[in-house]
């Protein structure tokens, strides 16, 4: 189980709602608690008011996981280009005890699969809210090179 600091329920911009879902960090599960899809960031909260939030701009990639080969759950699936320490937090850049590269896988599997539909649409949604500002410049650099 993965130690979590407080948080508090979102009081405004909630797009989806989804009770009964187990969130999972690099494949470690955090427990059952409800998740929260806002416009400014995704939110899950356990029974116990311990969670952690997760800013759109640190989202790399979000799809929905069939495949149970991978993984033993249907699910929510995130590439955060962040890494999470086991409690939920940023990892420090210096330390190198975990010796490959990259961010932190995050699944969210909910009681009632049939909603991952409904999840994926609220965060597609809300991730158009935030859009990559570094990848939408360079596409306008290279707009305009292309025309000069």
């Known amino acids: 189980m993965v130690s979590l600091p407080q948080c508090t329920v979102p009081e405004e911009g909630i797009v989806h709602t989804e009770c009964h879902t187990e969130a999972y960090t690099n494949e470690r599960s955090c427990g059952s608690g409800t998740l929260y899809i806002t416009e400014s960031h995704v939110r899950w909260i356990n029974s116990e008011g311990n969670g952690f939030k997760l800013d759109y701009p640190s989202i790399s990639i979000h799809a929905i996981s069939r495949d149970t080969t991978t993984f033993p759950h249907e699910c929510l699936y995130m590439i955060l280009d962040v890494k999470l320490d086991a409690d939920g937090d940023p990892a420090d850049e210096g330390d190198e005890s975990d010796s ?40 306008m650099i290279s707009m305009v090179k292309s025309v000069c």
Do not use: W
């Open 100 to 139: 490959d590269s990259g961010g932190t896988e995050v699944r969210f599997v909910p009681a009632e699969k049939q909603n991952l539909d409904a999840m994926y649409q609220a965060m597609c949604a809300c991730q158009e809210l935030h859009p990559d500002l570094t990848r939408t410049t360079l596409i």
